[in-house]
């Protein structure tokens, strides 16, 4: 039997942003005395079969079939064009997201009691609404699921309102409620629950050995995930058209149509230190006027000014962020490329990479340090 305190991680590990912070994490759990640390991507876990989660559990099977059948059905009929698709995730994604809660619950209660839980995972957001897994369950969530779900058009108003009330009740459920960004925290307590379980487990960034250097030919990149409305795929392609000095690494590959300068996935991210700005796009709807993008804490750590839409405004990186519309992009870029006010961005870019430090984003779970984290007890 191990000794030591253990802690679960559940999460999306992708080849973005999902993937790092739950690896930050574990790194910062095991030097604060965590001797176990399992990181769990539950994905597909109607098909649960991984070692050491095979033995018999009284009502698994049961519950594995039902979101079997909820999964094929919301795959199956989102092949039917965009009504069916917003039809069957307005019927189904509430259940499924309950289903993998219960599933996912009963298959790691198999293996043994944890001191501690972390769900990075919007999915798996009801995994609070089962029976307790470990002595502090923490939600700390990428972002606020069923309005990003709704802003996409994914959802009707009552698919809405079923998966807002789902996530509600689990986030009253979790010991500790987070998300990436506090202003994506700051949002859900102004529109959607305002529990007095909220800590701040921000997103954060390592230190870089390369630096962005100030070029009078100065290159904007842009590099992350391309998929989904809000990363705003028009704008971007408005802004190549501007730009034909602004290269965009990532995937998956965008539409042709839209005359984007794609380059591909890029070998590693170290390749950003050769630009002079950062680029960042967003949809501008009331969710993502609150959102966060990492990449801007990764184009910091490299020394980029960051490019960022106007209706984007986050006071924790205004130092670092030039505010942009598509109208005065090129204004906006000429006038910060002068090199005495590229170098000041340039430092405040630095600064922020460095308040904003994993060392210093992840503070709340030095338990050690904090010792006032306790189980949240529901009045």
Not at 107 to 122: K, P
Not at 321 to 334: C, D, G, H, K, P
Request: charged share 25%; with cysteine.
């Amino acid at each position: 039997m191990t000794n030591g305190k253990r802690a679960v991680i559940v999460c999306s590990e992708d080849a973005f942003a999902n993937g790092v912070k739950p690896k930050e994490i574990e790194k910062y759990l095991r030097s604060n005395g965590y001797t176990t640390v399992l990181v769990f991507n539950p994905g597909a876990i109607s098909r649960l079969g991984v070692a050491g989660m095979r033995r018999r559990l009284p009502g698994l099977k049961v519950k594995k079939i039902a979101l079997y059948v909820c999964e094929g059905l919301l795959v199956a009929l989102s092949k039917y064009g965009d009504s069916l698709r917003r039809a069957a995730t307005s019927i189904l994604l509430w259940r499924v997201i309950v289903l993998r809660g219960q599933v996912l619950g009963m298959a790691l209660r198999s293996e043994g009691h944890f001191d501690l839980l972390i769900c990075e995972s919007n999915l798996d957001t009801a995994l609070t609404l089962a029976e307790r897994i470990s002595d502090v369950q923490i939600l700390d969530l990428p972002s606020p699921f069923a309005e990003e779900q709704l802003y996409g058009g994914h959802l009707s108003r009552a698919g809405y309102e079923k998966l807002r009330k789902v996530e509600i009740a689990a986030y009253a459920a979790a010991d500790y409620l987070s998300f990436h960004w506090h202003t994506y925290a700051d949002y859900v307590r102004e529109n959607k629950y305002g529990g007095d379980n909220f800590i701040s487990l921000s997103y954060g960034t390592n230190p870089k050995l390369k630096r962005a250097k100030y070029d009078d030919h100065p290159r904007i990149v842009y590099m992350g995930f391309l998929g989904d409305y809000w990363v705003n795929l028009p704008l971007l392609g408005t802004l190549c058209k501007l730009c034909p000095y602004l290269d965009v690494y990532g995937g998956p590959e965008p539409p042709a149509s839209l005359g984007i300068n794609y380059k591909g996935y890029a070998p590693s991210t170290d390749v950003v230190a050769n630009y002079q700005f950062g680029l960042v796009t967003v949809s501008d709807d009331e969710l993502r006027r609150h959102s966060f993008s990492s990449k801007h804490l990764e184009y910091v750590s490299y020394g980029l000014p960051v490019l960022t839409p106007a209706w984007r405004r986050d006071e924790a990186l205004c130092g670092s962020s030039i505010y942009y519309t598509a109208e005065n992009f090129l204004e906006r870029v000429r006038n910060a490329a002068a090199e005495q006010e590229w170098e000041r961005l340039h430092a405040a870019a630095l600064k922020d990479a460095e308040r904003f430090s994993w060392s210093n984003a992840l503070k709340a779970l030095d338990f050690q340090a904090t010792p006032q984290i306790e189980p949240h007890v529901q009045p």
